[in-house]
C-alpha cells in the first residue's frame, strides 16, 4: 500500500504562485513515476506532469510547460507542484498519483494510487 497526501492548494489572484506538496508513505519502493493532474467540474481528469522517481526525468502539459515544476524532496519523500502565473482556466481540483510504470506516464489508468485532492481556485 502507498498513501499519498496533497496540502498547499488555496485562492490566488491571477499571475499568482502556489506550491503543492504530496506527501508519500507506504511501499513506495515499488514507485517509479509520480504524476499530477486536475479536474475541473464537468471535466474529465487530465494530466499536469511528471517525474521519474528514479531518473528524475520530467514532461509537462502544453498547456502548464513554463508556467509549473514538479520536483522531488528524497529525504522527505515529497514531490511538489510549483505554480507559478496562475490562470483562471488552471483552476481545478489537483491530484497526485504515484505509477509503477517506467518513465512518465501520461494517462490516470497508469497510475494506481491517488492522493485526496486539493482544491486550487484563481481568479481573473
Known amino acids: 500500500q502507498v498513501q499519498l497526501v496533497e496540502s498547499g492548494g488555496g485562492l490566488v489572484q491571477a499571475g499568482g504562485s502556489l506550491r503543492l506538496s504530496c506527501a508519500t508513505s507506504?511501499?513506495?519502493?515499488?514507485?517509479?513515476?509520480m504524476g499530477w493532474f486536475r479536474q475541473a467540474p464537468g471535466k474529465e481528469r487530465e494530466f499536469v506532469a511528471a517525474?521519474?522517481?528514479?531518473?528524475?526525468?520530467?514532461y509537462y502539459a502544453d498547456s502548464v510547460k513554463g508556467r509549473f515544476t514538479i520536483s522531488r524532496d528524497n529525504a522527505k519523500n515529497t514531490v511538489y507542484l510549483q505554480m507559478n502565473s496562475l490562470k483562471p482556466e488552471d483552476t481545478a481540483v489537483y491530484y497526485c498519483?504515484?505509477?509503477?510504470?517506467?518513465?512518465?506516464?501520461?494517462?490516470?489508468?497508469?497510475?494506481?494510487?491517488w492522493g485526496q485532492g486539493t482544491q486550487v481556485t484563481v481568479s481573473s
Open positions: 507506504g511501499r513506495t519502493v515499488t514507485r517509479y513515476a
Open positions: 498519483a504515484t505509477s509503477p510504470r517506467w518513465g512518465t506516464p501520461i494517462s490516470p489508468i497508469e497510475y494506481d494510487y
Open positions: 517525474m521519474s522517481w528514479r531518473t528524475g526525468n520530467r
